[in-house]
């Protein structure tokens, strides 16, 4: 099993910034390409981002093109996703995840095996 501890959600602002982390254990973490996601109540979980294995290849909701960015730091175990230029329509509950084979579309939610507990990002007008 691996365990994903997400951090750094919060009260922003519209156009401030937040950097959620997201720090797994009980895995070799670089084995795994990790995804961002993010829920509002009544609706499904929507993809945000993914990044691979090496950090060599990432993908964004077009929603979130030019003002997130997503970053991993192996030695840390911790993957990162920078907000910034936030919107209203950006607060939901951030979850990270974990897949080891990614046999699925990167973009899908059952393309992971692993996921953490959420963040809550509340962006006010």
């Known amino acids: 099993q691996m365990q994903l501890v997400e951090s750094g959600g919060g009260l922003v602002q519209a156009g401030g910034s937040l950097r959620l982390s997201c720090t797994a254990s009980g895995r070799t973490f670089s084995d795994h390409a990790m995804g961002w996601f993010r829920q509002v109540p009544g609706k499904e979980r929507e993809f945000v981002s993914t990044i691979r294995w090496g950090a060599t290849s990432t993908e964004y909701k077009d929603a979130v093109k030019g003002r997130f960015t997503i970053s991993r730091d192996n030695a840390k175990n911790t993957v990162y996703l920078e907000m910034n230029n936030l919107k209203p329509e950006d607060t939901a509950v951030y979850y990270c995840?974990?897949?080891?084979?990614?046999?699925?579309?990167?973009?899908?939610?059952?393309?992971?095996?692993?996921w953490g507990q959420g963040t809550q990002v509340t962006v006010s007008s």
């Open positions: 995840a974990a897949s080891r084979l990614l046999i699925r579309p990167a973009t899908t939610i059952s393309a992971y095996d692993y």
